[in-house]
Structure formats: C-alpha cells, structure tokens
C-alpha cells in the first residue's frame, strides 16, 4: 500500500512538472461599430499566447490588416495577404521570422473590415459562423473569426476562449454584450472578463430583462412567461450546484436573433456560445409545458450545457480533453434528468442512448492516443454512459466528490485517467474497486459492450 501511494506520489509530481495546463490568451482592445454602414475597426492586443511552431492566425476573410505589431511597437512581417489561405470564414496569416519559428507570446493587430447591412433583403442562407447584420442587431459569433482566432496546426485546434478587456463604440445602436459579460446599454461600453469565454458579439437596438443575473436578450417576453424561464434555469443550476457542492458562477443569457435569411414562419433556428443561447424567432411556450416547467428535452439540453460551468474551458487540454470536456457535462445532464424529470425518464434516455451506439466499435480509453479518436458517439454517448456505470456502481455521493476532486485538479494540470483514480481513492473508493471497474469499463476491449450490459441490467 505505502509503495502505491509512493507510486502515485511521483506520477504526480511528474504531472505537475510536465503536464501543466496551457496559457490562457487574454484579448485586449478597441471595437468600433456602425451599424449602418456595417464598418468595424477593431485594434487588438492579444498576450500569453501559447509557444505554438506549426500555427496561424484567423481573421474574417472581410477584414482587412492594417497591421501587426510585436510588443515593443514594431511591425511585424506577415505572411497571408498575397495569395493566402482560406480557413473557414478566415484568411490564415502567419508572421515571417527568420529567428524564431513559434508564435510570439504577444501581437498587436489592427484591423477594418465592412459587412452587408439586411434591412427589407436577404441572403440564401445564414449561420453561425456569418457576422449577421440586420437593420436592428449585429451577431458575430466566435466561429466568425471577427476577432483573432489562434489556430494550433499540429493539434488541429482552434484557440479562442480568451480572457478579454474590450472597449466596444456601436454606432446606430443602443445595447453591446460580449459572452461572459452582463449587456450594456449606451454607446461605448467596457467588458471585462477573467474567465475564458468564446467571443460572442451581440450589439444593436433591443431591450433586455434580468433575473438573479441570467438575462434575456432582444424580446418581447411578458413578466410571467420571463418568470417561468427564469424559475427553469434557477432550478438547473441548483441541481448542479447542490450535487457538486460548488456554486454555479456562470451567468446565463438567452438571445433572440434575427437571421439574414429568409425562414419558414414558425421556425426556429438555434445555437449556443456557453454560456449565452440564440435562438431565432425565440418562442418560449415552445419550451416549456402547461405548468411553466422546461420540456424534459429542454431540461437534459440546458443540463449539459450549463454542466460547462464547471467542465468547461478548465478541462479542455490533453489527448483526452472531449471526454473531460463533453462526456461530464453530459454525465451531469443525466443527474438533472433524473432529478427534475425523474428516473423514468432517465431510464427512457439510457435505453435510447444504447441504441445509438450498439453497432459502433470504439477504442478503450486509456489507449485513445489523440483528441480526435474520441469522437461525438464516443464523448457524448458512450464515455457519459461509462460515468453512469460508475455512478451506479459507487453511488451518486462518492461521484459527486470524485467530480469535485477533478475539478480540483483540473485548476493547475492536464487531467488524465490517473487523476481519476486518485480522485475515486480519496474519497473512500477502495483502490481494489477502481481498478476493477477500470478492468471492465474503461479497459477492455468490450468495454463497450460491458457498459451497455451494466446499464441494461440496472435501468433496463
Ligand atoms: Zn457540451
């Protein structure tokens, strides 16, 4: 025993030597808007970014570089404005320097760039990744690129949750908000956030309403259908607090956008920048049942998603970051079903969720060698899946401290399956008991097939 807890001593010293978590890019700057004229100008300062050899940096393929600059003021070659590379919605620059081949840590860049205005016109099509612009609001949502977005080639890794402190200046409107950020009315507005969010911009003419600092965004909502909504949130992010001790920090925001292209009536067109949620056409009686609760649907989405306050952005490093990052908040999803719709639905979506993955083979966890191997059926169903099992097996109290313990981890190092093993044995798992459920659902090669018999045998 005392030779184990050496063992497991060391590896964690080597962990904290060589597995701590990556830099965190913080974005600092100016943003002016016009809203009538669709014009940006943007000047950024982006610091602490990580030493990256095989990059590039994302810029809308509608803005035009002024330019770069290094820390101390001088202009820094680029490559990317003859001839360059189209990534996404992006043109990727990368700087040309002859001493060093990685990023450096800081840059300036300063920018314009000009959008179509939609008034009484449309385009063909609209989404996420298109900085809308409609005669009452501007959507640019991280996946625009409006502002710049780090690309990690080796990885195949787009960094862009950024600690930020932004002055935005909207012309023509009266309300700016950045995710992460209360909304702001007026014209020129500061946002300050320290923790890492994707850059979500929503700036135009609308309105908005507050509740213990969840907001809606731009609608016509009355006070008691707002109270309703309000209520359901409140109560999903007092599940989650309750179960994982910790409390829920993240405010919650609700958009109602209007998209650029033309839409059947009735529709509704949605996407979500955790921790803000767009939807078009926002219809709340949609969501919610003859007593004002959410949908059960609706509870098991929103349950995911707001799990991302705690397995968020603080998880995402290491080979097996999908599984950290999506299969806990989509474990913690399973415990709001359970709690707010109770165990029958619970077992309903177990079941289905089985039949998702019957015909699918996947590779054990520990020998998952990088990020990409943990694909959607594996991180959103099967590993949730395995966490339910251990769940089952050890009991809701023992995993809710062991999540807890992850967490704790998660603060100063890349979390590997190691952590899981110490998180378990401290708090009161036998080590005998771990490895054996290791053995059987997390090891084997028919671990998956163990999992969904585990999981028939107790809800089934
Ligand atoms: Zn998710």
């Not at 840590?105 to 409609?134: E, H, L, Q, W």
């Not at 920090?249 to 509704?268: Q, W």
């Not at 590997?416 to 378990?424: G, R």
């Amino acid at each position: 025993m005392k030779k184990n807890n050496f063992a497991i001593f060391a590896f964690i010293c080597a962990l904290l030597c060589f597995n701590t978590v990556p830099a965190q890019i913080h974005i600092e700057g100016n943003v002016e808007i016009n809203m009538n004229s669709g014009l940006f100008s943007c000047n950024f300062n982006l610091a602490n970014i990580p030493k990256l050899s095989d990059y590039s940096i994302l810029l809308n393929k509608g803005m035009n570089v002024k330019y770069f600059k290094d820390s101390e003021n001088e202009l820094i070659n680029y490559e990317g404005y003859y001839n360059g590379k189209i990534k996404g919605e992006a043109i990727a620059y990368t700087f040309k320097n002859d001493s060093t081949s990685t990023i450096p840590s800081k840059f300036n860049v300063t920018y314009r760039g000009a959008f179509p205005v939609y008034s009484n016109d449309f385009n063909k099509f609209d989404y996420k990744g298109m900085i809308a612009i409609n005669n009452q609001t501007l959507r640019a949502s991280e996946q625009t690129k409006w502002y710049p977005v780090i690309y990690d080639a080796a990885n195949d890794r787009i960094l862009n949750s950024y600690t930020y402190d932004l002055t935005i200046t909207i012309k023509g409107g009266n309300t700016i908000f950045v995710n992460g950020n209360a909304p702001k009315k007026g014209e020129t507005s500061r946002f300050v956030s320290r923790k890492a969010h994707p850059l979500l911009l929503f700036a135009g003419t609308y309105s908005f309403i507050e509740s213990n600092g969840d907001y809606i965004l731009n609608t016509d909502v009355s006070k008691e259908t707002s109270e309703k909504v309000f209520n359901n949130t409140a109560n999903i992010k007092s599940i989650l607090s309750k179960n994982l001790g910790l409390e829920f920090t993240d405010k919650i925001y609700l958009i109602n956008h209007k998209a650029i292209n033309k839409r059947r009536e009735g529709s509704s067109w949605g996407f979500n920048t955790y921790p803000t949620f767009a939807f078009t056409g926002l219809n709340f009686d949609k969501l919610l049942d003859d007593n004002g609760n959410f949908l059960n649907d609706y509870y098991r989405y929103f349950g995911h998603e707001f799990g991302h306050n705690y397995f968020g952005n603080n998880v995402m490093s290491g080979k097996l970051s999908w599984f950290w990052l999506e299969s806990f908040a989509e474990y913690l999803s399973y415990n709001v079903a359970e709690d707010l719709c109770g165990k029958e639905f619970l077992k309903q979506v177990l079941l289905k969720q089985i039949k998702n993955i019957e015909n699918d083979s996947f590779i054990p966890l520990n020998k998952i060698e990088n990020r990409d191997e943990i694909d959607e059926k594996y991180r959103y169903i099967l590993a949730p899946l395995m966490l339910k099992c251990f769940e089952d097996r050890f009991g809701r109290n023992k995993m809710n401290l062991t999540l807890k313990s992850l967490l704790e981890f998660a603060k100063s190092e890349t979390l590997t399956l190691m952590h899981w093993k110490e998180s378990a044995i401290k708090n009161g798992i036998k080590e005998e008991a771990f490895e054996k459920f290791e053995k059987e659902f997390v090891e084997n090669p028919e671990f998956k097939q163990n999992i969904i018999d585990e999981i028939r045998k107790k809800h089934g």
